[in-house]
């Protein structure tokens, strides 16, 4: 089966990436680039300025871009992936769904809406069914999907594996890769030598969508999880790799060989873009580190380390690729699970 999709955004950081793991993708066959109105109109190769550490497939490079329209998307498109700002995505994205367009996006409008489905595929797929509830309320022939912010799918699914022991607090530091605020979103001089401890907005994505992913789903109404979140988000001058320090209250109390375990057992999905497993623990308490273990499983695999018992439940330290576990490829693996569950 051969699905045609395309990227809206394509030209930015996150549009490049979409287009390298769409890059022979056994399911997927790119058919569309958009962008602004300065780059519709010519090559790819032209319109972006490529950054990614690989070059621009030959076939996407002679694509010519088109606007960030519905009527310049071809009616055959069944998925788009969407990086879009998110000023600019809250209405464009709404204008293609209502047109009939599926969009799995990683832009952060409409991520806490009632009615769209916030899912990472391994933790919450039950929640894709929201579809459902945001087709009738809102009439749309075509649906609207979301991908948690990249800092909060850092700590989900460590978190998940142990709400089987009753969360009561998380607390989490961060420690973000300059990659993650866009190729002009911190310069040199602020970055080298330097740490910036904060991130505008980025606390406040971690503290509410986290609750509504490890939330429940009974097919009509999303309840939020009632745990407490509180984050302190700082950017460092590594590259690539978000690294998270996370203490975790619980009900129970499990000893650390329990917690690990239930990490590293914990089920992945039978999925393209998935890794075969989702969790990967460190014994080595100096792991994991951004530059060494960002990419394992194709950059799309949680590493955790670090694991200690505290007076009030667990602590550890957890790693994920930013711009593709934590973007791009939590949105294409999100078009995979639409796939799967019959929604295209």
Not at 59 to 67: G, K, L, N, P, S
Not at 318 to 330: D, F, I, S
């Amino acid at each position: 089966m051969s699905v045609r999709v395309g990227i809206l955004g394509a030209t930015g950081a996150v549009g490049q990436r979409f287009i390298q793991l769409l890059d022979g993708h056994p399911t997927f066959e790119l058919a569309a680039l958009t962008a602004s109105e300065d780059s519709a109109g010519k090559p790819y190769r032209e319109a972006a300025k490529w950054r990614v550490d690989a070059p621009i497939p030959v076939d996407v490079a002679e694509m010519t871009v088109r606007e960030t329209t519905p009527a310049a998307v071809p009616d055959d498109v069944d998925l788009l992936f969407s990086s879009l700002p998110s000023s600019v995505a809250v209405d464009i994205e709404e204008d293609f769904a209502r047109d009939g367009y599926v969009i799995s996006s990683n832009s952060s409008n409409d991520r806490l809406a009632e009615d769209v489905p916030l899912t990472i595929p391994e933790i919450n797929p039950g929640h894709l069914d929201l579809i459902e509830v945001q087709r009738d309320e809102r009439g749309w022939d075509g649906a609207l999907v979301k991908n948690p912010n990249c800092s909060t799918i850092t700590m989900i699914p460590p978190l998940a594996a142990l709400d089987a022991f009753g969360i009561e607090r998380v607390d989490v530091a961060t420690l973000q890769a300059v990659s993650g605020a866009g190729y002009s979103g911190v310069t040199s001089m602020e970055i080298i030598d330097n740490a910036i401890p904060h991130i505008g907005g980025e606390e406040d994505k971690m503290e509410t969508e986290s609750r509504k992913l490890l939330g429940d789903f009974d097919g009509a109404e999303l309840t939020w999880h009632d745990m407490d979140v509180a984050a302190s988000c700082n950017r460092i001058p590594t590259l690539d790799g978000h690294l998270e320090n996370a203490f975790v209250d619980l009900e129970s109390d499990p000893d650390v060989d329990e917690i690990e375990d239930a990490m590293r057992e914990f089920p992945g999905i039978d999925l393209p873009s998935a890794p075969n497993q989702l969790i990967h623990v460190f014994d080595d308490p100096e792991r994991p580190q951004p530059r060494m273990d960002r990419t394992r499983g194709q950059g799309m695999q949680i590493c955790v380390g670090g694991v200690q018992s505290t007076d009030h439940g667990i602590k550890f330290n957890c790693l994920a690729h930013n711009t593709v576990r934590g973007a791009a490829g939590a949105s294409l693996l999100n078009g995979e699970l639409l796939v799967e569950n019959g929604y295209l």
